[in-house]
């Protein structure tokens, strides 16, 4: 009988042992193939652009969100001199959002459809600079917070990221229309 019991015990305590191997062994899977999910840099300055006289400086401190559709991805900051550079993972598309009060935030949206490719053979080099002003009140500005004022999209034939320039056109005829309606 107790033999019996003994080998029992010795049983369960090599299935326990197993499960637990198993699961380890999952564990560090998963571990493993979300350390390889590939992310690109994407980089450049944040500045304070005075409307008077065009002079821009960099700003610390501006945050900088990364939505992939509905998802907020993560936050960032801009550093010393308004600096930022941000790894991001590769989502076919993504939008930037820079911005805090006093300032109008400025939104972009990447497509990066095909830029895995490239990314692997280190050929694209990723770097925006945004200008932000202050929000005076102006009355129609509000468009800023959810309308992009650029649109990027990656050539996966020339290994580029092309800005959209007729979108970027349109919407600084809006914000000039905007800015002269409250006589600026």
């Known amino acids: 009988m107790l033999r019996c019991w003994y080998k029992e015990a010795n049983l369960t305590y090599t299935m326990n042992k197993i499960i637990v191997t198993l699961a380890s062994v999952l564990v560090l899977n998963v571990a493993s193939a979300q350390s390889k999910v590939k992310t690109f840099t994407f980089q450049g300055n944040v ?3 005075n409307l008077v006289d065009s ?3 960099g700003l610390m401190g501006v945050p900088i ?3 992939s559709g509905e998802e907020l991805v993560t936050t960032e900051m801009s550093g010393p001199k308004g600096k930022y550079s941000i790894n991001l993972p590769r989502y076919s598309v993504f939008t930037l959002k820079f911005g805090k009060a006093p300032f109008v935030t400025k939104v972009v949206e990447i497509d990066t459809k095909g830029f ?3 990314a692997d053979l280190a050929i694209v080099n990723l770097e925006l600079d945004i200008s932000l002003f202050k929000d005076r009140g102006y009355l129609g500005m509000n468009f800023m917070n959810y ?3 650029a649109l990027a999209k990656f050539n996966k034939h020339s290994g580029k990221l092309e800005w959209n320039m007729d979108y970027a056109k349109n919407v600084k005829q809006r914000l000039t229309g905007v800015l002269t309606a409250n006589g600026k």
Do not use: C, G, Q, S
């Open 55 to 57: 002079t821009e400086k």
């Open 147 to 149: 309308t992009p004022v």
């Open 65 to 67: 969100e990364i939505w």
């Open 116 to 118: 895995e490719r490239a």
């Open 47 to 49: 500045l304070e652009l």
